[in-house]
């Protein structure tokens, strides 16, 4: 799947694409734009976790403009999500890449990437900035999870690419796959994830709540949401969390 893709712009070193992102949309830049950097000082995940900028990773963020509501563009981080799975894919054997819910990029079942997506409102109208951190060259250590980069897992033969490579697949990735999206709505975007997820069928914990929830991850519905079957056989919808998976090491 493959699709031209906005220009790049690639920047030394940066607080955070993201909120660089955001400040040009702020100064009435035109969407849609990709910013990447070689390094940032203030890299975050999700709910403000740091996000560890080593040199050689990939940081890239795109910035778009939707009518859509925000319930509707929350739907495209699996958009992302897929886009990630496609850049990285291509260099490493069949099957060594999933997607874990919500948004992490997995490697041999270790996180080798998240996303972070940002939305609001301005004069113009609603916006959407899409953050993706890649881990190519080397993983973080201290992770609350196993972590491997692309340079642990490339295919025979095969070079570790540049992130300026990797960073404009998944944006022309990520082009085609909101393509789909607005043509054919989420309903494709949801098949096309749980091809791909990690998990599926077995016992998971989800963490980040009041109180941990345990059961099979049996499906996503119809707006991303996890669905859970719970000990008793009721079935959760969980709307976020972190998601862990007993049963491996």
Known sequence: MTQSAPRIERLAEIDSTNEEAKRRLGAGAETPFWISATAQTAGRGRRGRPWQSSGGNLFLSGAYRFSSDPGELAQLSFVTALAAYDAFAAHVLPGAVSLKWPNDLLLDGAKAG????????????????????????????????????????????????????????????????????????????????????????????VKGGAEDLYGVFEDLDAGGALCLRQPDGALMRVAAGDVFFPGRK
């Open 114 to 205: 998240g996303i972070l997506l940002e939305s609001g409102t301005d004069a113009v109208g609603r916006w959407l900035v899409v953050g993706i951190g890649l881990n190519i060259a080397d993983a973080p250590d201290n992770t609350p999870y196993p972590a491997l980069a692309l340079a642990d897992r490339l295919a025979p033969g095969l070079n570790r690419p540049h992130p300026d490579d990797v960073a404009r697949d998944l944006a022309a990735a990520f082009e085609s796959w909101l393509g789909v999206w607005r043509r054919e709505g989420f309903t494709a975007i949801r098949k096309a994830w749980l091809s791909r997820a990690s998990g599926l069928g077995e016992p998971i914990v």
